[in-house]
């Protein structure tokens, strides 16, 4: 197998072709010639319509909703360019869908997030790159190469412009909940600002309840850090708390995935959460634009961990960043 491949070739799968033309215009490619559809039985057909002999191919596809389709059209690409014989094959995978299946929370419980990692280096991938996993032990379930970008690093400076270094004394970076505290702590670092904790109990799926919010927040601007939005039910019920509970003057709040299900619009719509800036790893349909929402794209950080790899330079140096 080569290191890498004789050019870079960048395909997009029908759920981030937007981030995918991007990360292409920046690289000053063209956006690889491929269709993927689907048969009147709902079967992905995936057609090759250039050459990638001995390329360097980077497949960007999130598996977002529709997750299984979505997955499969990734899969079948992937097996696609291996038998077109690429040299070298690079799942881009903005957003890792099954990363929150990562253990068993009950006896007989699969862990998806494996199988998942199983089934695309089984269908010929060489490296994963990805951002933000639910949980970063996922990088082992890989026995191959995977680069791992963060979010925090493209939403720090948002804020950092936002709330310039002199007028930071009232702002406080919060974690919705202990899972996220790791996360959050590496936003206040960037912001040099003091972080408060959502200490919740959950009693069930996309249900929970707010205990107690541990640090100070009486009277400050909070920023919710989390590494997704699914139902919302966690972060504008945390936003809520932070204001009845802790005292909060303003909650802002920000994450990396948008997967936004139902109600999540409605609930953002009706909270209190002043303004929720998300990266656009998940795209955003019409429907579920709002004003208080603001995104911000990822393919710049993408073109050049890309880059990068091709030109088998380090990604990390991209961490560092302010």
Do not use: W
Not at 111 to 137: F, P, Y
Not at 178 to 189: P, Q
Not at 230 to 252: H, I, N, P, R, S
Not at 256 to 283: F, G, M, N, W, Y
């Amino acid at each position: 197998m080569s290191l890498h491949g004789k050019d870079i070739k960048i395909f997009a799968g029908n759920s981030c072709v937007g981030v995918a033309k991007q990360i292409a215009n920046i690289l000053a490619l063209p956006l690889g010639k491929c269709q993927v559809n689907h048969f009147a039985d709902g079967e992905v057909a995936v057609s090759i319509e250039e050459s990638v002999r001995g390329s360097d191919v980077f497949v960007v596809q999130s598996t977002c909703s529709p997750v299984n389709d979505h997955l499969m059209e990734l899969l079948i690409m992937i097996d696609a360019f291996r038998r077109a014989s690429a040299a070298r094959i690079t799942a881009v995978i903005p957003y890792f869908g099954y990363a929150r299946q990562d253990r068993k929370a009950k006896s007989r419980d699969p862990i998806s997030a494996k199988l998942v990692a199983n089934l695309i280096t089984t269908a010929g991938a060489d490296r994963v790159l990805t951002m933000d996993l639910h949980a970063s032990q996922i990088q082992g379930f890989f026995d191959i190469p995977l680069d791992h970008l963060l979010g925090v690093p493209l939403l720090a400076p948002i804020f950092a412009e936002k709330f310039p270094a002199g007028e930071r004394d009232d702002i406080v970076a919060v974690s919705p909940d202990m899972g996220s505290v790791t996360r959050a702590r590496k936003f206040a670092g960037r912001l040099d600002v003091p972080i408060a904790i959502v200490d919740k109990r959950r009693p069930r799926a996309n249900v929970c309840e707010v205990l107690n919010i541990i640090g100070e927040v009486k009277d400050k601007r909070v920023i919710l850090v989390d590494d997704m939005v699914d139902t919302a039910g966690t972060l504008c019920g945390g936003a809520q708390a932070l204001l009845e509970v802790g005292g909060a003057k303003e909650v802002y709040a920000c994450a990396t995935h948008a997967v936004l299900s139902d109600p999540a619009i409605e609930r953002i719509q009706r909270s209190c959460i002043k303004e929720l800036i998300l990266l656009d790893t998940i795209p955003l349909p019409p429907e579920k634009q709002l004003d208080k929402i603001k995104m911000y794209p990822v393919a710049p950080v993408f073109a050049e961990a890309i880059a990068r790899i091709y030109q088998d330079k380090p990604v990390s140096p991209l961490f560092d960043r302010v």
